[in-house]
């Protein structure tokens, strides 16, 4: 039987993914590898895109990971991952392996949304058995806040910086994770490490689920945010009450949400601890900020549709 | 600590240790230090889920103290901690003070 999913009992277990990481202090990747990693008993191989939580999880021949951990380029982790598993196959045909193994892949937006999408697209398409997750902290940060396309509108990055010439990014991020759901496969989910009970129910329901399964998890990045390094949790919990960063998923085509806030806040109140966004608060601005308010608005109300309808 | 050269290193840099980086510690990035107040602690756990460097050590399910080997100080466990009655469990100190 699973461990249950309660902080008391989860705490017993073994870290697989351990201290000593070079993460920067205060990131929110690590927590949503740690909590995905011990939502689940089985034993697990990961691949991981390049980014920054590859290159800072281990470095020489020091490594956080307590669990086979291949490094991959940043185009490849699912093409990687998708080999792993069919050998695995292969080797429990043969009657040379009898463990129940599982299979994760750990990318940054980068890695997901833009250059290792193509592996991922066709690795969902061929139906391997493993979960992909994306840790979302909206932005190339591991080479200096690039603008990738899971950026934000508006957000100030180094390759769109907001100045005299444009307000930072003049489009808005695309929604991978409709994106993958739309590749019709059975389990597809938005987390967050603030709702840390939430994420690992996703990631061990995931887990029993046969077929590719995609999860896609917000990890503030206080560098890139511009924001206090105490405050990846209490960011990732105002995306998530803002409507942001909605919790849901979708099983077989049928959405449903997870976690509906208690009362929607402004979205103003998730980017305005972030220095990324600081610009929008100046009265030139009031427009962009409004368009930004009435995005989220409109993928909530989308969203609510779709899991009344279903 | 001396880095090993490339002549001692397995082909392909393959590391066959796993979990290895607990030799590398991270708690002289830290500038300010969490302080645990055991007596506004409630057990909740809060502190250990959060910690992005796994630097809380529990016991049977209890929290236990800091690990200051690997607590780069980034404060989200006082943040975080909703303590008793008003009062944190978790405070942050300056280091050196």
């Known amino acids: 039987m699973a461990t249950p999913l309660t902080l008391k009992e989860l705490s017993k277990k073994e870290d697989r993914f351990t201290h000593g990481h070079r993460m920067c202090s205060g990131c929110g990747a690590p927590i949503v590898v740690k909590i995905a990693l011990m939502a689940t008993d089985y034993p697990v191989v990961i691949s991981n895109a390049t980014g920054c939580l590859e290159v800072s999880s281990c470095i ?7 669990v086979p951990w291949i490094h991959t380029a940043f185009e490849n982790a699912a093409a990687t991952l998708s080999g792993v598993e069919t050998m695995y196959r292969s080797l429990r045909k043969q009657g040379k392996m009898d463990k129940d193994v599982k299979f994760i892949a750990f990318g940054g937006d980068g890695g997901t949304y833009d250059i290792g999408f193509q592996s991922l697209s066709g690795a969902m398409e061929r139906g ?5 997750i994306c840790y979302d902290n909206g932005a190339y940060m591991n080479t200096g806040i690039q603008r990738s396309s899971a950026t934000p509108l508006g957000a100030d990055t180094t390759t769109c910086p907001a100045g005299s010439v444009i307000p930072g990014k003049l489009r ?3 929604n991978l994770t409709k994106i993958m759901a739309a590749h019709d496969i059975p389990y597809v989910a938005q987390a967050s490490p603030s709702h840390w009970q939430d994420l690992a129910r996703k990631v061990q329901k995931a887990h029993e689920i046969k077929g590719p399964k ?5 990890a503030p990045c206080n560098r890139g945010w511009r924001s ?3 405050d990846a949790i209490a960011l990732s919990r105002l ?7 909605p919790l849901y998923e979708i099983e077989n085509g049928v959405t449903k949400i997870t976690v509906t806030p208690k009362e929607k ?3 103003a109140e998730f980017m305005k601890p972030q220095g990324r966004f600081k610009h929008l608060f100046a009265p030139e601005n009031e427009d962009l900020l409004r368009q930004v308010q009435e995005e989220v608005d409109r993928e909530w109300a989308k969203l609510q549709k779709e899991a009344k309808t279903d | 600590m001396k880095a090993k050269g490339w002549r001692d290193l397995p082909p392909g840099s393959v590391v066959l240790e796993g979990g290895s980086a607990v030799k590398f510690k991270t708690g002289s990035w830290r500038a300010f230090r969490p302080v645990w107040i055991e007596e506004n602690c409630i057990q909740c756990l809060f502190c250990w889920i959060y910690c992005p ?8 399910g209890k929290r236990a103290e800091f690990d200051y080997d690997y607590c780069k100080g980034c404060g989200i466990c006082a943040l975080e901690c909703p303590g008793k009655k008003g009062k944190k469990a978790i405070e942050m100190a300056e280091e050196g003070k």
């Open chain 1, 60 to 66: 020489s021949e020091f490594t956080a990971w307590n």
């Open chain 1, 128 to 132: 391997h058995d493993m979960i992909y």
């Open chain 1, 172 to 174: 808005s991020r695309k």
């Open chain 1, 214 to 218: 995609f999860i896609n998890v917000i």
């Open chain 1, 228 to 230: 206090k390094t105490n």
């Open chain 1, 239 to 245: 995306a998530v009450n803002t409507c942001y960063w």
């Open chain 1, 265 to 267: 806040i402004p979205v």
């Open chain 2, 53 to 60: 460097d796994m630097a809380i050590k529990t016991k049977d």
